[in-house]
């Protein structure tokens, strides 16, 4: 029998080592901004997610921008099924990751993102750069699906519960947690503080990506710990 795992994240993932139960947590609702910011040159543009791909795509053609860095494997991509070339992604999937990495000085970069988005990021470069944030969507949670979550889960139809994001974690915290459930995993480290930080423990997959995360699903099922 294979571990029933709901997946939260809004993109579908298949995968034939666990039975998948794909409920996302957040939805995303697209914001105005204004596209002055659009009429300038960057040397850099950053892509920290799928999200913010998808919803800046409309805008690409009117940027004069040089080179493109993306955070994660996925957003890479979908960058490259769009023909975005690519120019830098770090190994480490995170923000922390491509701060790590990125050494650039004097910069011009634009960071279209979720109004959400961790300020680290364009805080960090703005002390070495001059970076444009463009606060592109903001998450809304989607209490359906919680709610639906919730009540498999004290029906114990439910393993585990995957979260990759912190604002899919603070969505679901507001609900009526079930006690007793704590076989929760998390994509990032990130992710797995804002677990903690509500008194939630979680084990963190090895890689920032969704395979690593069944993996570690995979490997606590045989071992019993799930």
Sequence with gaps: MKPVVVMTQSSEFNSDLVEIVHKPFIEIQSLEFDTQVLHHNYDWIIFSSKNAVR?????????DVNYVAVIGKKTAELCETLNINVDFVP???????LLEQFKQENQSILIPSSAMARPKLHQTLALTNSVTKIDLYEPIA???HISEVIQQVESHKI????FSSSSAVNAYVKHNVP???NNYFAIG?????????????????????????INKIIESWYNNEI
Excluded: M, P, W
Aim: net charge negative.
């Design 142 to 144: 989607n209490d359906r």
């Design 159 to 162: 393993d585990a519960i995957t």
């Design 179 to 181: 006690k007793q459930f």
């Design 189 to 213: 480290k990130q992710t797995a503080n804002t677990l903690h930080q509500h008194g939630l423990n979680s084990l963190v997959a090895d890689k920032q990506t969704s395979e690593s995360l």
């Design 91 to 97: 190994d480490d999937y995170s923000q922390e990751g």
């Design 55 to 63: 919803l800046f795509y409309q805008y690409l053609n009117q940027v």
